[in-house]
T-cell receptor, first 113, second 114 residues
Framework: DSGVTQTPKHLITATGQRVTLRCSPR?????VYWYQQSLDQGLQFLIH???????AKGNILERFSAQQFPDLHSELNLSSLELGDSALYFC????????????FGPGTRLTVT | AQSVTQPDIHITVSEGASLELRCNYS??????LFWYVQSPGQGLQLLLK??????LVQGIKGFEAEFKRSQSSFNLRKPSVHWSDAAEYFC????????????FGQGTELSVKP
């Protein structure tokens, strides 16, 4: 158990809908990263927050957004969902900024039908 | 651009045999390197990391990895594989100038024969 929690574990929804994925980092970790894992793209970095502020963006679509709240939990919002958004979404946390070890949650499997 | 290559998509080894999973990276500066393992339906678990110093690093579950700057490699090894080691293994490099994001290889799936 990494100490990172993600909810829900599974999510099935229809095209055009909007969903919110939630992540709670390890106790004391200020950095939260979001990644998408799909068969064709592998593991891709989406976005990084540190202590409530956005620090870096990766291959994140404009339909996707995220935020980190004062209690350090983070939410990833996916809207206008398409079939191609079906993937595993991971949250990871780290104690510091920078290229240090990250601890991953169990992921949310999103299926768009 | 930084990248990580894992040349082997799938490897099968017999239980008790030794294992080496290959990883090559492309990164301009001193890399921060990681190996993660993912069991089916699970998240990624950190096996080991290399930041600096001794180029042979020890990790959990009996794994070790060796950093070779001249070959831009960070291969993962285990002297004797157990059936429970069957999983997917990912090599990653930490991008210092990009917020610390991890850049992952495509993964190597390990199967263990009894």
């Amino acid at each position: 158990d990494s100490g990172v929690t993600q909810t829900p574990k599974h999510l099935i929804t229809a095209t055009g809908q909007r969903v919110t994925l939630r992540c709670s980092p390890r106790s004391g970790d200020l950095s939260v990263y979001w990644y998408q894992q799909s068969l064709d793209q592998g593991l891709q970095f989406l976005i990084h927050y540190y202590n409530g502020e956005e620090r870096a963006k990766g291959n994140i679509l404009e339909r996707f957004s995220a935020q980190q709240f004062p209690d350090l939990h983070s939410e990833l919002n996916l809207s206008s969902l398409e079939l191609g958004d079906s993937a595993l979404y991971f949250c990871a946390s780290s104690a510091r900024q920078g290229p240090y070890e990250q601890y991953f949650g169990p992921g949310t499997r999103l299926t768009v039908t | 651009a930084q990248s990580v290559t894992q040349p082997d998509i799938h490897i099968t080894v017999s239980e008790g045999a030794s294992l080496e999973l290959r990883c090559n990276y492309s990164y301009g500066a001193t890399p921060y390197l990681f190996w993660y393992v993912q069991s089916p339906g699970q998240g990624l678990q950190l096996l080991l990391k290399y930041f600096s110093g001794d180029t042979l690093v020890q990790g959990i579950k009996g794994f070790e990895a060796e950093f070779k700057r001249s070959q831009s490699s960070f291969n993962l090894r285990k002297p004797s594989v157990h059936w429970s080691d069957a999983a997917e293994y990912f090599c990653a490099v930490g991008a210092y100038n990009q917020g610390g994001k991890l850049i992952f290889g495509q993964g190597t799936e390990l199967s263990v024969k009894p």
